[in-house]
């Protein structure tokens, strides 16, 4: 089945120890999103990749990083994780953007910051 | 601004009862209408949207939804809840034009529980 996948599901770190989580999707589709789901809350968008086209919020921390080196792979790398930044991340693709399309989740990653 | 508005972080049905979940949007365009279930740990999947055409959209799982223009509202609705509706279902908007085309505005949830 083509889907969405997210590596690892669970990821705990040290306070300012780089790291990195994975997604990937078989589904070919152009646009990859990263949103950050706290507990109880919305999932918040952070940016997204349309083809090779990097596209960041506004309000995304300078401590979130994204690379798409392929249509395939998209990686969010957080240089310094702090307390704050425990949270569920959620990666999640569409075909195209805007005109109503769907976007398919991946499971997520939750990450620990110890 | 745009936003959307879900009424009732939590709702609690007995099993077989109706569901209903409110969701209202603020936009000065035609939105796209989504709602989507996440259950504890996962991903958020998709129950149904709505594009154009019928204003009722059915979805999975026997929940539908009813685009309503001049309430601004997309209530999602299930005759008879089930023991494992038991989520947190987040209502969305997104856009056919502007810098943010295609980008979901969420709701901030509602955690839908059902007791036996």
């Known amino acids: 089945d083509a889907m969405v996948i997210q590596n690892p599901r669970y990821q705990v770190t040290q306070f300012g120890k780089p790291v990195t989580l994975s997604c990937s999707q078989t589904?070919?589709?152009?646009?990859m999103y990263w949103y950050q789901q706290k507990s109880s809350q919305a999932p918040k968008l952070l940016f997204h990749?349309?083809?090779?086209?990097?596209?960041n919020e506004a309000d995304t921390p300078d401590n979130f990083q994204s690379r798409r080196p392929n249509t395939s792979f998209c990686f969010l790398d957080i240089r310094s994780p702090g307390l704050g930044d425990a949270a569920m991340y959620l990666c999640?693709?569409?075909?195209?953007?805007?005109?109503?399309?769907?976007?398919?989740f991946g499971p997520g990653t939750r990450l620990l910051v110890l | 601004a745009q936003s959307v508005t879900q009424l009732g972080s939590h709702v609690s049905v007995s099993e077989g009862a109706l569901v209903l979940l409110r969701c209202n949007y603020s936009?000065?365009?035609?939105?796209?209408l989504f709602w989507y279930v996440q259950y504890p740990n996962q991903g958020l999947q998709l129950l149904l949207k709505?594009?154009?055409?019928?204003?009722l959209v059915k979805g999975i799982n026997g929940f539908e939804a009813e685009f309503k223009k001049s309430e601004t509202s997309f209530h999602l609705t299930k005759p008879s809840a089930h023991m494992s509706d038991a989520a947190e279902y987040f209502c969305?908007?997104?856009?056919?034009?502007?810098?943010?085309?295609?980008?979901?505005?969420f709701g901030k949830g509602t955690k839908l529980s059902v007791k036996p």
């Open positions: 999640a693709t569409s075909r195209d953007r805007g005109r109503g399309g769907t976007q398919y």
């Open positions: 589904l070919n589709h152009n646009v």
């Open positions: 990749y349309y083809d090779k086209d990097f596209n």
């Open positions: 936009s000065s365009v035609p939105p796209y």
């Open positions: 709505y594009t154009t055409g019928a204003t």
């Open positions: 969305a908007v997104s856009f056919a034009f502007g810098g943010s085309q295609g980008n979901l505005i």
